[in-house]
């Protein structure tokens, strides 16, 4: 046999129905909410505590006071010092990660289900007992600052600071990291972390999920067990705010000497409640979701500019960016940019094709069980969606829209949301060499700043 | 315990094939037996080059569809290329499996009548710009390329990445890329990994139906022979670049994949800097405070030797000297004391929990398994990874970390400069 024989292409068979995984809700006396997912088959458990503690909630001037109390949570308790803390959780083979966000603060332990009764007991007493011992303080402070150091030298970090800070008006947490600047860094001390503790983490705020199969474990009763014991309280509540938008305009971080220009063109997006949501994630799947997209297509499969170029909408709790983000060869840096700006004016102008809707909405739909095969993933959306102020069956509700989004609602939503006097652009990139190139693209009023 | 079935097709293929039930979709993953080490000196980068060639259409399939198609039922999909082996793989919706196996079918076996000029000048130029995305436009990007060219001489295969040189990928041909497809992709090279919402004799037949038609061809060529031991003495090289600290970045080679040898280099590299209980963390990052960040890792390699790294990046004004000599001074410590009973308890313990996490899905288990079958001609070893680790005693990781000393390491050292980038 030398010829080679090829098949006929085979059919695919229409997907079977999906539906988020349902759980189990119920709240302890002391006001802890517990949300429970069932899921058979997963070796390993997954743990979410999420805090209803939005970075706006940071105290006038001290950036980053929730964000890094939280990271100081699991750094000394009243049982452990760090060291052992962090020995105790490894003794038991559990991976602990706290993430803080705009939205609020997420511990995650992720442990093999037969070991989940002795390392609950571990993320009750952080969120219960924390000491915020003042070394320990210092140093996660220290490690932010120098943190905040080495993401302005990541062309991409540096970008998306730089686009934050001009798409939103400077009122707006949103415009500042979520572990603060150098300035408000500097001003936090031991005494205001520790009454910021004592004034918003009480059950009252949180929601504990957990997902997994818990066959032959008595779930419930560790978590009584364990969360039993956290008295309630009388939190001060922050409400999620609004940010407000403003026109970014184009901006060149200077970081000279740069083989590639990172670009992040972006504006103020929205966030999942919007009730066009899914007609403007079709509309930026078509626009840049893809390797076939527009943006793609003509970027990197045709012209070879880049390695990737990527459009979306970025939600927060409350609003959110719509970024077209990509790295192309400094060389192009003018021609990339048009190009760019050339495809976005066409879908704006002409909308989407039936096609481009058919292939986004397949996707969007198609790929939930793909998406959500295991317990951590399912956690982690539930625990995203709790943050977000979104419904259980958010996604069965998304999905729902997305059947009914056509072609013209998608170009209709989509224009609306992003206009052209709005997007403004960062480039990280070699000042001296792009500048000119930029201005021969059409895009002039430029601000250059230092990397 | 899952289920693994392992059936040998004709023509040489080896299917591998684990039902699971718990989501309605299917994972494959088609290892080939060929990577960076398989490459001749002035085409360093043509096994990653040719990974982006195989998404360029094949003798069914146009240019571009296969990412359309696959993506348009909900798949998600990539390859990666390494040192000794590249990859390809897809998780579909359950109804789309066989559309999955048909499109990897079709670039085995017709590759070669897509490929154009055009499309491998465009996928030159992105495989350029990964290349000044990953590595040259990254603060300490090319650490890794510094590491295996000192820690390996120029004849070895693994002295340089897969991601190549850009003189070498302008230099690769068309013919280059056709001569690389018929020595190395075909099915006696490849092993084809199905996990997932199929039986095992749905599967198997699939893949007996899609691939059968494709034959054997010639055996691939062996690459040299790249057995080495440790590096005799630390070979070491101190760079100055604006990058945003100072760090120590060190290698070792280390005993090959397969071997306990290996699975005690790892248990070592695990107590030493693996984690926040780690010696190395609590050590710099906790109690004197020299570093923002620690961490290590085996690469398991087949090609004669692994290697190890770790990773150490000072905090701002630390004194680069005095973590130096902190490094140093664990490193022998563990070389020559080992670990006590309960850092070995949590080096098992973490390597576990990443093990679960790394095949948790479909698609990692599909990886594992294909990674045991190409390389090791039995995927059945996926079962016994966390048994084999949790055997190796404390002795064995003191004697693995007897070559994890000092004096044995390639060290890049990174000093901070002002202005421009390069």
């Given at each position: 046999m030398t010829e080679v024989t090829f098949q006929p292409r085979p059919d695919v068979a229409p997907p079977a129905a999906w539906r988020f995984p349902g759980a189990s809700r119920r709240v302890l006396d002391n006001g802890l909410t517990v949300v429970r997912y069932d899921l058979l088959g997963r070796p390993l458990t997954s743990v979410q505590l999420v805090l209803d503690l939005p970075s706006n909630g940071d105290p006038d001037g001290l950036d980053g006071a929730t964000a890094i109390m939280a990271r100081t949570l699991d750094e000394g308790t009243s049982a452990h010092d760090g060291a052992a803390f962090a020995a105790a959780l490894a003794r038991c083979g559990a991976a602990y990660g706290c993430w803080t966000s705009h939205s609020g603060v997420r511990l995650e332990l992720s442990v093999a289900v037969a070991r989940l009764?002795?390392?609950?007991?571990?993320?009750?007493?952080?969120?219960?007992?924390?000491?915020?011992?003042?070394?320990?303080?210092?140093?996660?402070?220290?490690?932010?600052?120098?943190?905040?150091?080495?993401r302005r030298a990541t062309p991409t970090s540096r970008a998306r600071m730089e686009l934050l800070a001009r798409c939103f008006d400077p009122t707006s947490r949103m415009s500042r990291p979520v572990a603060g600047t150098e300035q408000s860094l500097a001003r936090l001390d031991r005494k205001a972390i520790a009454r910021h503790y004592a004034d918003h983490v009480c059950p009252g705020v949180a929601t504990l999920v957990l997902a997994g199969d818990f066959t032959g474990v008595d779930a419930d009763a560790a978590v009584d067990t364990a969360f039993g014991p956290w008295p309630a309280g009388e939190p001060e509540r922050s409400a999620a705010v609004d940010p407000v938008g403003t026109r970014p305009g184009v901006t060149v971080v200077d970081r000279p000497g740069s083989v590639q220009s990172v670009l992040d063109f972006g504006c103020a997006g929205v966030d999942r409640r919007h009730p066009r949501w899914a007609e403007l994630s079709v509309g930026a799947y078509a626009l840049g979701g893809s390797i076939n997209s527009r943006l793609s297509a003509l970027l990197r499969e045709e012209k070879g500019y880049t390695y990737g170029i990527r459009a979306q909408f970025v939600p927060e709790r409350r609003g959110g960016l719509f970024i077209v983000s990509s790295a192309v060869d400094a060389d192009v840096t003018g021609p990339a940019v048009a190009d760019v700006l050339r495809v976005v004016d066409g879908q704006l102008a002409s909308g989407i094709t039936a096609k481009e809707r058919d292939d986004a909405v397949d996707?969007?739909?198609?790929?939930?069980?793909?998406?959500?095969?295991t317990a951590d993933a399912v956690a982690r959306q539930a625990a995203e969606q709790f943050l977000d102020e979104l419904p259980p069956d958010y996604l069965d509700r998304r999905n729902a829209a997305l059947r009914e989004v056509t072609a013209e609602?998608?170009?209709?939503?989509?224009?609306?949301?992003?206009?052209?006097d709005d997007l403004g652009l960062v480039v990280v990139g070699d000042a001296e060499r792009i500048v000119g190139p930029l201005a021969e693209a059409g895009v002039s009023d430029v601000t250059v700043v230092p990397a | 315990m899952r289920s693994i079935e392992q059936v040998r097709l004709d023509n040489g293929l080896r299917v591998v094939v684990s039902e699971d039930d718990t989501a309605a979709a299917v994972a494959v993953n088609v290892w080939y037996?060929?990577?960076?080490?398989?490459?001749?000196?002035?085409?360093?980068?043509?096994?990653?080059?040719?990974?982006?060639?195989?998404?360029?259409?094949?003798?069914?399939?146009?240019?571009?569809?296969?990412?359309?198609?696959?993506?348009?039922?909900?798949?998600?999909?990539?390859?990666?290329?390494?040192?000794?082996?590249?990859?390809?793989?897809e998780t579909v919706p359950r109804g789309a499996f066989e559309l999955a196996l048909w499109l990897e079918a079709d670039r085995m076996g017709g590759l070669l009548e897509a490929l154009t000029q055009e499309n491998m000048d465009n996928q030159r130029d992105v495989v350029k710009n990964e290349r000044r995305?990953?590595?040259?436009?990254?603060?300490?990007?090319?650490?890794?390329e510094r590491l295996f060219a000192l820690a390996f001489p120029e004849s070895h295969q693994y002295?340089?990445?897969?991601?190549?040189?850009?003189?070498?990928?302008?230099?690769a041909s068309l013919d280059d890329a056709a001569g690389f497809f018929r020595t190395h992709y075909a099915p006696r090279n490849a092993v084809v990994a199905i996990v997932g919402d199929v039986s095992t004799d749905e599967a198997t037949a699939a893949a007996k139906r899609y691939f059968g038609?494709?034959?054997?061809?010639?055996?691939?060529?062996?690459?040299?022979?790249?057995?080495?031991?440790?590096?005799?003495?630390?070979?070491?090289?101190?760079?100055t670049e604006p990058v945003p600290a100072e760090a120590v970045y060190s290698m070792w080679r280390l005993p090959v994949d397969g071997s306990r040898g290996a699975d005690a280099s790892e248990l070592a590299l695990q107590v030493l800097a693996g984690g926040s209980s780690s010696r190395l963390a609590e050590r710099l990052e906790r109690?004197?405070?020299?570093?923002?960040?620690?961490?290590?890792?085996?690469?398991?390699?087949?090609?004669?030797?692994?290697?190890?790294?770790?990773?150490?990046?000072?905090?701002?004004?630390?004194?680069?000297?005095?973590t130096e000599a902190v490094i140093d001074e664990e490193l022998e410590r563990l070389a020559s004391e080992g670990p006590d009973d309960d850092e070995l308890e949590r080096a098992r313990a973490l390597v576990e929990h990443d093990w679960l996490d790394e095949t948790s899905d479909y698609a990692g288990w599909a990886n594992a398994l294909a990674h045991f079958g190409c390389l090791f001609g039995d995927a059945t070893l996926a079962s016994g990874v966390v048994d084999r680790l949790h055997a190796v005693s404390g002795a064995e990781v003191r004697q693995a970390a007897e070559l994890l000393r000092a004096e044995r390491c390639a060290r890049v050292v990174y000093h901070v400069a002002e202005g421009a980038v390069a």
């Open positions: 009764a002795t390392a609950l007991p571990l993320l009750s007493e952080a969120v219960r007992t924390p000491t915020f011992p003042q070394d320990e303080l210092d140093r996660l402070v220290k490690q932010e600052l120098d943190g905040l150091v080495s996707f969007m739909l198609g790929v939930s069980p793909v998406r959500f095969q609602s998608a170009s209709t939503a989509f224009a609306d949301a992003v206009t052209r | 037996g060929v990577g960076s080490r398989h490459e001749r000196a002035e085409r360093t980068g043509l096994a990653h080059l040719f990974e982006h060639l195989m998404f360029q259409g094949s003798a069914n399939v146009k240019a571009g569809e296969h990412f359309d198609r696959l993506q348009a039922v909900g798949a998600t999909l990539n390859g990666t290329t390494s040192f000794d082996r590249t990859n390809y793989y995305q990953r590595y040259e436009n990254q603060p300490y990007g090319t650490v890794h002295h340089h990445l897969p991601i190549g040189s850009m003189a070498d990928l302008d230099a038609g494709i034959p054997a061809g010639p055996a691939a060529p062996e690459p040299p022979d790249g057995t080495v031991g440790p590096l005799p003495d630390q070979v070491r090289q101190d760079v109690r004197e405070q020299l570093a923002r960040g620690v961490g290590a890792g085996l690469s398991r390699l087949v090609g004669g030797t692994s290697t190890g790294v770790l990773a150490v990046t000072l905090r701002l004004g630390a004194d680069l000297e005095t």
